[in-house]
């Protein structure tokens, strides 16, 4: 994506979210930042917003827990599953105070973080990836994949993420170890 496109997107979000941050992240691949941008404007292909385009759907239930109907907060954040792997998250990731109910919720977070620059993208990069892959989960699942359980979700994020974060963050010294014990940058 050339810089002047990205320039537009990031200046397009801030046009229509008001005091929404959405933050480029360099360190997470293409498909991942836009992704994050649709979901902030709400344009991902989620039960509810189909149904409110007229398309006729099934069932409108939730594929992560079946129990309720499918809308964007749900899904990612207080839906039992989702809940599940973000309380997970959350004490990996070492944040502190992560209780999060809504995407507004999450961004207000990172906004409001007292930290240094390079860890505010790490954790930015965390955030977008445990999105991504929650949706990713929530896609197999639509498809007929077999149920992965939270704990094996969660070693997926950690085994994706890693390689955007090292390679892209210029993170090469840290272990995986130290990785997996709690992400961190070196200041
Ligand atoms: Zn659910």
Partial sequence: MSSQLRHQLVERV??????FQFYWNSWLPLRVNCFVWRLKLNRIPLIDNLVYKGIRISSR?????????????HVFFTCDYAKEVCNWFGVWAGLVNWDIGTFEMMCDYIR?????????????SLCYSLLWFIWKERNKRLFGARVKKPFQFADD????????????????KMTWAEWCCRPKVSE
């Fill in 61 to 73: 239930l939730c594929k992560l827990c079946n129990k309720e109907d499918e809308g964007r907060d």
């Fill in 112 to 124: 409001d973080l007292v930290t240094s620059k390079k860890n505010r993208k790490l954790i930015t």
């Fill in 14 to 19: 801030y046009d229509q979210g008001g005091a």
């Fill in 157 to 172: 994020i950690q085994l994706s993420c890693v390689n955007w974060v090292k390679n892209r963050g210029k993170m090469g």
